[in-house]
T-cell receptor, first 114, second 115 residues
Framework: DQQVKQNSPSLSVQEGRISILNCDYT??????FLWYKKYPAEGPTFLIS?????DKNEDGRFTVFLNKSAKHLSLHIVPSQPGDSAVYFC?????????????FGTGTRLQVTL | KAGVTQTPRYLIKTRGQQVTLSCSPI?????VSWYQQTPGQGLQFLFE???????NKGNFPGRFSGRQFSNSRSEMNVSTLELGDSALYLC??????????????FGPGTRLTVL
């Protein structure tokens, strides 16, 4: 039962353009959503998060949008840079931030081309 | 602050053997979680330890176990290894606080290969 889904295994975007990575979830109990970035041979690195009571959170080039009614969130990267090429994981947690169990999607590989 | 460290980084075992992986969290972090990453499956939660107690457990068989020491360091053990246990095992530490996203900080992982 995949509670967090990333339906696009890969995405290719030109440098300078916008990258949009999508994530869907099924569990209404999730109250925080997080995005992680992973390079080969390294552990995932936290990028940005959003509380379920918000619909947008921005941090520099990264913006996460949450549509609770559609159980959908997206990560926008503007402008995309070659160093952004990595696998991006969407994750969700429940229980108000005190529980450390994160439920991850299967990841989207982003390739930013010159 | 030093990041999360995991040892060893690479491990090769044969079926039926057992293995122990180690994780040292970020100083001050009392929560340590373990995840298994396999191709096509993303990261799957194994268990979480907080103050030496297992607080959460994922859907893995009893062959997978762990523990946490008083200094918050954690070990994970897999007994009777199977070919399907070949994966990247990731440890993450955090300082859980109510009302926050409780982002976890990951180590580089241990790549386990079972032959």
């Amino acid at each position: 039962d995949q509670q967090v889904k990333q339906n696009s295994p890969s995405l290719s975007v030109q440098e300078g353009r916008i990258s949009i990575l999508n994530c869907d979830y099924t569990n209404s109990m999730f109250d925080y959503f997080l995005w992680y970035k992973k390079y080969p041979a390294e552990g995932p690195t936290f990028l940005i998060s959003i509380s379920s009571i918000k619909d947008k959170n921005e941090d520099g080039r990264f913006t996460v949008f949450l549509n609770k009614s559609a159980k959908h969130l997206s990560l926008h990267i503007v402008p995309s840079q070659p160093g952004d090429s990595a696998v991006y994981f969407c994750a969700a947690s429940a229980a108000g931030g005190t529980a450390s169990k994160l439920t991850f999607g299967t990841g989207t590989r982003l390739q930013v081309t010159l | 602050k030093a990041g999360v460290t995991q040892t060893p980084r690479y491990l090769i075992k044969t079926r039926g053997q057992q293995v122990t992986l180690s994780c040292s969290p970020i100083s001050g972090h009392r929560s340590v979680s373990w995840y298994q990453q396999t191709p096509g499956q993303g990261l799957q939660f194994l268990f979480e330890y907080f103050s030496e107690t297992q607080r959460n457990k994922g859907n893995f068989p009893g062959r997978f176990s762990g523990r946490q020491f008083s200094n918050s360091r954690s070990e994970m053990n897999v007994s009777t290894l199977e070919l399907g246990d070949s994966a990247l095992y990731l440890c993450a530490s955090s300082a859980p606080r109510a009302g926050t996203s409780n982002e976890q900080f990951f180590g580089p992982g241990t790549r386990l290969t079972v032959l």
